[in-house]
């Protein structure tokens, strides 16, 4: 077979690989790595041998140095920095302590129970400090948790990157050359940090200023300015010093990310793609690489090394590094058992092996088989297992409370009265100047913008809450802010308000928008018996005996429009009511009754509620006919 026609096959075979690996994760909603090391595994040496890394030669250095570089920089890129000030201490401490922490723990563990000399399990400690976003950021796209336990794993995963790579390297040269002393250890690793973030910095100040005045480019040629700026930063920063080039495409990317650009958008998505191919084409063919007998030759004591780092280690660094952020013990529990090893460390222990080798040095391939041991258990370990613990401690973005409600309306004030009554948050989201007033006056927390801008709702803080609904008086409005919504964030419930027409019904079925309270809401007749005071405001709860009977007077009611079903209380967790909503025995639903008589008439007759939020049992709704 023609020398260049292999490779090419190689590199078919590896990209289809890896896409039909995210293809099956995604389906499965299962980490797409765990399938990446399963493909690699079975194509490689110690499979069906259809995949050859070793034919690439340098080659897969090379491309393992450019992907990272991607990789890092779109972690960069992606990272909230308004949430991430949130956090800031935790991180910093994550990246410093906790790296000391994993470093001095790992390396005991590695001498001690997998009986590594001490300076290859240093090395070892030192490869697997980091966790990497390409492993975190897809595993909490599945498992949705609490907005600031997500933006501190995101934040540790990109910026714990760069720092555990430089350390590795500084290991790395202190056992190819024994005579280098502490000080030229510690300058080392402070000038590759330099020499990375004041490159980065400049060539994402450079980029970003590009991009915005830029103008007579097109959007998909800035794309690829970036990405040809990306590279050329890494390739510079590394001629200097070498892995200086990881700290610097970490910091163009948050650089570049402080300058809100118009097409951040699709930026994003254009970096998103290339990582996701990069992470594809990496994991395989370095898990292809990678002898499963080296493995197995390291004995049970390698896999106790990796459960101390695991179980022991890791939730040490969380328990000291958090200590008084204001997180609970859940959230902190979390954090500790959640740290997947990913392609930094198993691209930087390849190349590593080959290193050792070539200098003499015994334990390269023991140095590769533990770190992917760990990468692999790890992975599998708590990687599987992230949904089903983030349930049980109940930080699940799901299991969420509170509310966010884009339109200052008289229902939407109704609303956030009531959430706040029982003790539940809420914030509203209007650009009309008086609406937000009429708020502030009932001390309601209120933002003057627009729900269509997305810093706007991040500082409202949309991926914290529960449900998410946009009840304006224009439905074209209220569908196309939920779309948005629901594109750029990971939101479990969102609502809208909107006329039950078949083109909505298309765009509500494509964009999982759901239709808010009734099918047929006519929002402006509602608020304007809200304003006029022609309502009482009332509760039922559901009941075992007649809940057929009772779901027909409602519903009779809610078609003669005379009730407006609005909230559902249910096991003690309060929610806005979802067209096709299943109500059931014991729910508690809160709504609004149309009363036609002025404020005055009931008054005159003693028949009005003695507060706004009082929720009555009325007489008209519990009464059911008998037929």
């Known amino acids: 077979m023609d020398g260049s026609f292999a490779l090419t096959l190689q590199i078919v075979i590896t990209v289809f690989a890896g896409i039909s690996a995210q293809v099956l994760g995604e389906y499965l909603k299962i980490p797409s790595i765990v399938f990446l090391l399963i493909f690699g595994i079975a194509l490689g040496r110690d499979g069906t041998e259809i995949l050859h890394p070793e034919l690439l030669g340098s080659g897969l250095e090379v491309l393992v140095a450019l992907a990272v570089a991607i990789i890092l920089f779109e972690g960069g890129l992606n990272l909230e920095l308004n949430a991430l000030g949130q956090v800031s201490g935790s991180i910093r401490n994550l990246v410093t302590i906790g790296t000391l922490i994993t470093f001095l723990g790992g390396g005991m563990a590695a001498h001690w129970l997998a009986e590594f000399p001490w300076q290859i399990a240093f090395l070892y400690a030192s490869l697997v400090v980091v966790t990497g976003p390409t492993v975190v950021g897809p595993l909490l796209k599945q498992v949705a948790v609490d907005k600031r336990v997500a933006t501190l794993l995101e934040g540790e995963g990109v910026l714990i990157d760069p720092v555990g790579a430089i350390l590795a390297v500084v290991v790395l040269d202190t056992i190819v050359n024994p005579s280098t002393d502490s000080l030229e250890i510690i300058s080392g690793l402070l000038f590759r940090l330099g020499v990375g973030a004041i490159?980065?910095?400049?060539?994402?100040?450079?980029?970003?200023?590009?991009?915005?005045?830029?103008?007579?480019?097109?959007?998909?040629?800035?794309?690829?300015?970036?990405?040809?700026?990306?590279?050329?930063?890494?390739?510079?920063?590394?001629?200097?010093?070498?892995?200086?080039?990881?700290?610097?495409?970490?910091?163009?990317?948050?650089?570049?990310?402080?300058?809100?650009?118009?097409?951040?958008?699709?930026?994003?998505?254009?970096?998103?793609?290339?990582?996701?191919?990069?992470?594809?084409?990496?994991?395989?063919?370095?898990?292809?690489?990678?002898?499963?007998?080296?493995?197995?030759?390291?004995?049970?004591?390698?896999?106790?090394?990796?459960?101390?780092?695991?179980?022991?280690?890791?939730?040490?660094?969380?328990?000291?590094?958090?200590?008084?952020?204001?997180?609970?013990?859940?959230?902190?529990?979390?954090?500790?058992?959640?740290?997947?090893r990913g392609i930094v460390s198993a691209s930087v222990a390849s190349l590593f092996s080959i290193l050792l080798t070539q200098n003499g040095i015994n334990g390269g391939d023991s140095i590769k088989g533990l770190v992917f041991l760990t990468i692999m258990m790890t992975v599998f370990i708590q990687g599987l297992s992230a949904g089903w613990v983030a349930n049980l401690l109940k930080i699940t973005s799901a299991q969420a409370t509170g509310a966010m409600i884009v339109g200052c309306n008289p229902l939407g004030r109704l609303i956030a009265n009531l959430f706040l009554t029982q003790g539940e948050s809420v914030i509203l989201i209007d650009t009309d100047k008086e609406a937000c007033e009429k708020a502030r006056k009932e001390n309601l927390p209120v933002i003057e913008s627009s729900g269509l801008d997305h810093q706007t709702l991040e500082e409202a803080g949309i991926q914290g809450v529960g449900t998410v609904i946009t009840l304006t008086n224009n439905s074209d409005v209220n569908l196309m802010i939920a779309q948005r919504a629901l594109e750029e964030f990971s939101l479990s419930k969102?609502?809208?308000?909107?006329?039950?027409?078949?083109?909505?019904?298309?765009?509500?079925?494509?964009?999982?928008?759901?239709?808010?309270?009734?099918?047929?809401?006519?929002?402006?007749?509602?608020?304007?018996?809200?304003?006029?005071?022609?309502?009482?405001l009332g509760k039922t709860i559901i009941k075992s005996g007649s809940i057929e009977l009772q779901q027909g007077h409602l519903q009779t009611m809610i078609n003669k429009g005379e009730l407006l079903p609005l909230l559902i209380k249910r096991n003690g967790k309060l929610q806005i009511l979802a067209v096709g909503e299943e109500w059931k025995i014991d729910d508690e639903i809160i709504y609004l009754l149309h009363d036609a008589r002025s404020d005055l008439l009931k008054r005159l007759s003693g028949n009005i509620q003695s507060s706004r939020f009082v929720l009555d049992k009325l007489p008209e709704v519990e009464e059911i006919p008998i037929i």
């Open 494 to 536: 969102v609502l809208a308000v909107f006329p039950n027409h078949e083109d909505n019904k298309i765009k509500m079925n494509k964009q999982k928008i759901t239709q808010a309270f009734i099918p047929e809401l006519f929002i402006k007749k509602w608020n304007q018996y809200l304003t006029e005071g022609q309502y009482k």
């Open 199 to 340: 490159i980065g910095g400049v060539s994402g100040w450079l980029l970003g200023t590009f991009q915005k005045k830029a103008n007579f480019v097109s959007d998909d040629l800035k794309n690829l300015v970036v990405l040809a700026g990306i590279w050329g930063s890494f390739g510079l920063a590394q001629s200097i010093i070498s892995e200086s080039g990881l700290m610097a495409t970490v910091t163009a990317g948050i650089v570049l990310k402080a300058f809100s650009l118009p097409e951040e958008r699709l930026l994003l998505r254009f970096k998103g793609q290339l990582t996701v191919l990069g992470v594809s084409v990496l994991f395989i063919l370095l898990a292809a690489d990678l002898s499963i007998a080296s493995i197995f030759a390291l004995g049970w004591g390698s896999v106790l090394t990796v459960l101390v780092l695991m179980l022991l280690v890791r939730p040490l660094s969380i328990l000291i590094c958090t200590w008084g952020n204001g997180m609970n013990w859940r959230q902190k529990c979390f954090l500790g058992w959640i740290a997947p």
